[in-house]
């Protein structure tokens, strides 16, 4: 959970009252094993600076309201009982999906306001999209006292894309979401989700990873 002012605003201007918290998540750059994870490889992505973030509050009325800050439109509205993959919804697939697996899972989620903003360039291959089901993850992991490890919230986000979204993407997206440490890339084994945390301090010897933004964009969901 982080605190920021921005999110809050926005929110309160919305819903009408104050979020119980504003929570945060990475996007990714991964450094070796490009799509080994589709195939029970290794893999190893760290985290960006670039964050998707939400502010949420929950609700006892099964109501699901979504807003994106970065999305043309109005508050989208949903009922937790009645969603369903495949029903399109655009950018709130992710978050509702993240809710729908949940729910699927046994887990007591019985609606949220959610505010959703981010710095994830989208369509660029930095995972915008598991920054925003993680960061939902998390914020309702916390909220409805789950008790979800980062890995099984990672594994709720990549359910979320895959069968609900449609997206058959790996988990290195949202484990690197999840489960990045500063100063650190993340040594992933897909097949079994064990993690090693390996130094990668650049700063600190002087240097710094580029990131470079060729302008070329995809829609993982047309592939």
């Given at each position: 959970?982080?605190?920021?002012?921005?999110?809050?605003?926005?929110?309160?201007?919305?819903?009408?009252?104050?979020?119980?918290?504003?929570?945060?998540?990475p996007g990714r750059v991964n450094?070796?094993?490009?799509?080994?994870?589709?195939?029970?490889?290794?893999?190893?992505?760290?985290?960006?600076?670039?964050?998707?973030?939400?502010?949420?509050?929950?609700?006892?009325?099964?109501?699901?309201?979504?807003?994106?800050?970065?999305?043309?439109?109005?508050?989208?509205?949903?009922?937790?009982?009645?969603?369903?993959?495949?029903?399109?919804?655009?950018?709130?697939?992710?978050?509702?999906?993240?809710?729908?697996?949940?729910?699927?899972?046994?887990?007591?989620?019985?609606?949220?306001?959610?505010?959703?903003?981010?710095?994830?360039?989208?369509?660029?291959?930095?995972?915008?999209?598991?920054?925003?089901?993680?960061?939902?993850?998390?914020?309702?992991?916390?909220?409805?006292?789950?008790?979800?490890?980062?890995?099984?919230?990672?594994?709720?986000?990549?359910?979320?894309?895959?069968?609900?979204?449609?997206?058959?993407?790996?988990?290195?997206?949202?484990?690197?979401?999840?489960?990045?440490?500063?100063?650190?890339?993340?040594?992933?084994?897909?097949?079994?989700l064990t993690q090693r945390q390996?130094?990668?301090?650049?700063?600190?010897?002087?240097?710094?990873?580029?990131?470079?933004?060729?302008?070329?964009?995809?829609?993982?969901?047309?592939?």
């Amino acid at each position: 959970m982080t605190e920021n002012s921005e999110p809050t605003v926005a929110f309160t201007e919305l819903y009408g009252s104050a979020p119980e918290g504003v929570w945060a998540a990475p996007g990714r750059v991964n450094l070796i094993g490009e799509y080994t994870d589709f195939n029970d490889g290794f893999v190893m992505p760290l985290a960006l600076p670039h964050t998707a973030r939400a502010a949420v509050a929950r609700r006892a009325d099964g109501e699901l309201r979504l807003h994106s800050a970065d999305v043309p439109g109005g508050v989208v509205r949903l009922r937790v009982d009645e969603l369903a993959p495949h029903q399109g919804h655009g950018w709130a697939a992710y978050p509702a999906g993240v809710v729908w697996a949940l729910r699927e899972a046994g887990h007591p989620v019985t609606g949220a306001d959610i505010q959703l903003s981010s710095t994830v360039p989208t369509g660029a291959g930095l995972s915008s999209s598991a920054a925003l089901e993680v960061v939902t993850a998390l914020a309702l992991n916390d909220l409805f006292e789950l008790g979800l490890s980062a890995p099984e919230l990672a594994v709720i986000g990549q359910r979320a894309e895959n069968a609900f979204v449609g997206v058959p993407c790996g988990v290195m997206d949202q484990m690197a979401s999840a489960c990045c440490t500063e100063g650190h890339a993340l040594y992933l084994d897909t097949r079994d989700l064990t993690q090693r945390q390996v130094p990668f301090d650049l700063a600190a010897h002087g240097l710094r990873l580029l990131v470079v933004d060729t302008r070329v964009k995809h829609e993982l969901g047309d592939g």
